[in-house]
């Protein structure tokens, strides 16, 4: 596709359910990155990929968090057993070198 | 984890006048510095980067860099209406790809 493409755009949940959230980058991209933004607050950075391997994965909330990358195109984040905190905008990224990241529209998260 | 801090605002400038908008970072390491722009209800978008001392200039936008002092700052000459969003400066460090700053909300008023 032309850009980085996130699905759902929109997923609301009930505590405590799972919840799996899609990343299709840029074709090419071998960089792949997520975030989350909270609602007026800046981005907190979750886990990145280079080709299928996450470097870093501390920015990771917690346990409940898990994320990975197949044949170094799509990307899902995993969020368990999710509580009210995880409510938040989940941002998807690709950059094929450097930081010039390119995100997508994001997934709005609403646990309830 | 490295910080990236910046002023939440929000500043309003009137139309034609310049805006400057700054952020100081605290990883003395850090080599490269962004500003993603991110228009409400929008997702960021890469406006410019700089990675040397002094200026670079890119039409109305120019991306100021103090390494001593640990301080980038983007001016926006001839602000528009429509350069009003949140401004987001971003550096790299250590293992983290990019920390953004919170943001400054910028508000151009006609």
């Known amino acids: 596709g032309a850009g980085v493409s996130q699905s759902p755009s929109n997923k609301v949940t009930e505590k405590g359910k799972d919840v799996e959230l899609r990343c299709d980058p840029i074709?090419?991209?071998?960089?792949l990155y997520w975030y989350r933004q909270s609602l007026g607050q800046g981005l907190e950075f979750l886990i990145y990929?280079?080709?299928?391997?996450?470097?870093?994965k501390s920015g990771l909330p917690s346990d409940r968090f898990s994320a990975e990358r197949t044949g170094g195109s799509v990307s899902t984040l995993t969020i368990q057993r999710t509580q009210q905190e995880d409510s938040a905008v989940y941002l998807c990224?690709?950059?094929?070198?450097?930081?010039?990241?390119?995100f997508g529209n994001g997934t709005r998260l609403t646990v309830t | 984890q490295k910080e990236v801090e910046q002023n939440s605002g929000p500043l309003s400038v009137p139309e034609g006048a310049i805006a400057s908008l700054n952020c100081t970072y605290s990883?003395?390491?850090?080599?490269?510095f962004f500003w993603y722009r991110q228009y409400s209800g929008k997702s960021p978008e890469l406006i410019m980067s700089?990675?040397?001392?002094g200026d670079k200039e890119d039409g109305r936008f120019t991306a100021q860099l103090n390494k001593a002092s640990q301080y980038v700052s983007l001016l926006i000459r001839d602000s528009q209406p429509s350069d009003s969003a949140t401004y987001l400066c971003?550096?790299?460090?250590?293992?983290?790809?990019?920390?953004f700053g919170k943001g400054t909300r910028l508000s151009v008023i006609a």
């Open positions: 990224a690709s950059s094929l070198q450097g930081y010039s990241l390119h």
């Open positions: 971003a550096v790299p460090s250590g293992n983290t790809p990019l920390v």
């Open positions: 990883d003395r390491g850090s080599q490269s």
């Open positions: 074709s090419g991209h071998t960089a």
């Open positions: 990929f280079q080709g299928n391997s996450a470097p870093d």
């Open positions: 700089i990675y040397s001392n």
